[in-house]
Each structure stands twice: as C-alpha cells, then as structure tokens.
Nanobody, 121 residues
C-alpha cells in the first residue's frame, strides 16, 4: 500500500505565499518523477511543476519565477513553494509520484487527495 498525503493549502491574499508538501509512505523502493498538478472548477487538470530523482525541474509557463518545486529523497517528500500568488492560481493542487514498490520491477503512478489553494482578498 502506498499513500501520498498533501498539506499546506489554504486561503492567502494576492501577493502572498504558501508552501505545499506531499509525503509518500508505504512499501516504497524507489520514486522517479514527482509532480504537482492543479485543477480549477470547470477546467482541466494542468501540470504545474515536475522534478526528477536527479533534480531536473520543469514548470508551467505561468508559474515560472514564482513557484519552486523541490524534493527530499530521504523523506520521500515533494514541496511546492508558491510566491507572488495570484487569484488565477486558485485551484485544488494534487501531487503525483512515479513509485516502484518493494519487490516490483515497474513504476506506477500514484495521486494525492488534493489540497485547496484559494487566492483572494
């Protein structure tokens, strides 16, 4: 059994900051890519940021320079530091991880439950 548990969402004023965390637990042998997605009401789920096990990162154009993805491999945890938040960043944020469980040969994708981020004055 593998679980991804997110935390850190909430209500923040425009221009403010939040830090999201997502911790993976369970029978984990290895994690390759870790990602953050977001989904606003009535819209598709978009990839916001991704980080490989080697630390390579990629970002949605609209968050470049404002958001930073990082990971702690020892803790199986990925973070998303969000600065200069805008109302259009309001969404449910989901983490995703490619995980190889103990005793298995392939990686499968796992999702967190989502955490609400609301940017409003």
């Amino acid at each position: 059994q593998v679980q991804l548990v997110e935390s850190g969402g909430g209500l923040v004023q425009p221009g403010g900051s939040l830090r999201l965390s997502c911790a993976a637990s369970g029978s984990i042998d290895s994690i390759n890519v870790m990602k953050w997605y977001r989904q606003a009401p009535g819209k598709q789920r978009d990839l916001v940021a991704a980080i490989t096990s080697g630390g390579y990162t990629d970002y949605l154009d609209s968050v470049k320079g404002r958001f930073t993805i990082s990971r702690d491999n020892a803790k199986n945890t990925v973070y998303l530091q969000m600065n200069s938040l805008k109302p259009e960043d309001t969404a449910v944020y989901y983490c995703f991880a490619g995980i190889r469980r103990n005793g298995e040969k392939i990686y499968n994708g796992y999702w967190g439950q989502g955490t609400q981020v609301t940017v409003s004055s």
